[in-house]
């Protein structure tokens, strides 16, 4: 590492605030689906596991903190646990007045470097963000766990990022090929939900087609095979207006009921799959890599709260975890520009519209 300054966000920073809580507390401890601590789940830590520049190091959680070559087994340094109370608590406070979108925190880096911590983030592609030994009180076993962290420090973190794969592709029928351009000339504040307003005025009609990516397509139809369909439904009540929220726009889609369920006995078809794919993309699926339902955040997540508060969803609490999801996450409107969507489009001589998903978590 040398001397070059570590700057992160508050999101980034927030994953060594973690790291070094749960070496201070010793527990992680369960949430509720309102993300308060449930005081009869949690999980004993008996170390954590950091990939980093110099190798993986083991941090063994004890009556001291001990600081263990993964490879060799060969240890490097003993700490007292109040040394990460204090840092775990000096680094919460460095986050909080944090007022650039990015920043350095030199007193913690100093530290981090005589605990062999060189990086702020986990050393991975994968959609953990720390590795933990925990004791499972439950079956006596000592299973590693991967967990994502998701911040409440900073701004609200996404469960979805938009991208070009993310965009579903609609044929708009029953409208003037000449209105395209008037249409795609709306260029005020909320323009994409003004441009939709604009097509339903003139009478035209939404059809989903595809998306715009196979591969996202294909994993959507292996957690379930009418999700393509219910996700389209459910993006075109969002850029409607007709809702934002996640609970919202799922009571809508019982409304619209596109896959025309049998709802008479009142079985919850569209939150069931809806809890599914919220579940799997937290816990490993992505748009653009093919998903085989194998997870990467092996535990679940981690989330800190506003107040410094680390708590889990485990995935053994699925109902818990899967509450929490949809109760708090929402659709956004990310940059059409970037993401190329949102204007209509000649194709063979019919009308096209591509709509995009981004599910980011409610502050």
Request: glycine residues 6%; hydrophobic residues 35%; aromatic residues 10%.
């Amino acid at each position: 590492m040398g001397d070059k300054e570590l700057t992160g966000n508050k999101g980034e920073w927030s994953e060594i605030y973690v790291f070094f809580k749960l070496l201070a507390d010793g527990e992680l401890y369960g949430a509720d689906k309102d993300l308060q601590k449930i005081k009869n789940i949690f999980y004993p830590i008996i170390k954590i596991i950091r990939d980093e520049i110099s190798g993986k190091w083991e941090y063994y959680r004890n009556s001291k903190i001990k600081v263990v070559n993964a490879d060799t087994k060969e240890t490097f340094k003993e700490f007292p646990v109040e040394i990460f109370h204090k840092k775990a608590k000096n680094l919460l406070k460095e986050i909080n007045e944090a007022s650039s979108r990015t920043f350095a925190v030199p007193r913690i880096q100093n530290f981090m470097k005589t605990i062999n911590c060189q990086t702020l983030k986990a050393k991975t592609q994968e959609k953990r963000d720390i590795t933990l030994v925990v004791h499972d009180l439950r079956t006596g076993f000592q299973p590693t766990l991967g967990f994502s962290i998701k911040s409440q420090l900073g701004g609200a973190s996404s469960l979805l990022n938009a991208s070009k794969s993310t965009n579903f592709i609609y044929q708009i029928s029953n409208l003037d090929t000449k209105e395209m351009d008037s249409i795609n000339s709306i260029k005020s504040n909320g323009k994409i939900k003004k441009r939709i307003k604009k097509i339903h005025e003139l009478g035209g009609r939404f059809e989903y087609v595809k998306l715009n990516n196979e591969t996202f397509e294909l994993n959507l139809k292996l957690i379930d095979s009418k999700l393509p369909e219910i996700l389209s439904d459910l993006l075109r009540s969002y850029y409607n207006g007709e809702g934002t929220s996640m609970e919202d726009l799922i009571k809508i889609l019982i409304q619209n009921n596109p896959c025309d369920f049998n709802l008479e006995q009142i079985h919850p078809f569209y939150e069931y799959k809806i809890k599914n794919l919220l579940t799997d993309i937290a816990l490993g699926m992505t748009p653009a890599n093919i998903w085989n339902g194998h997870y990467d955040a092996t535990g679940g997540i981690i989330i800190v709260r506003e107040d410094g508060e680390v708590l889990c969803y485990h995935i053994y609490n699925r109902n818990e975890f899967q509450g929490y999801l949809v109760k708090n996450t929402k659709l956004e409107t990310p940059s059409s520009s970037r993401h190329d969507y949102g204007k209509l489009y000649l194709e063979n001589d019919s009308l096209y519209l591509k709509l995009n998903l981004q599910i980011r978590f409610i502050k």
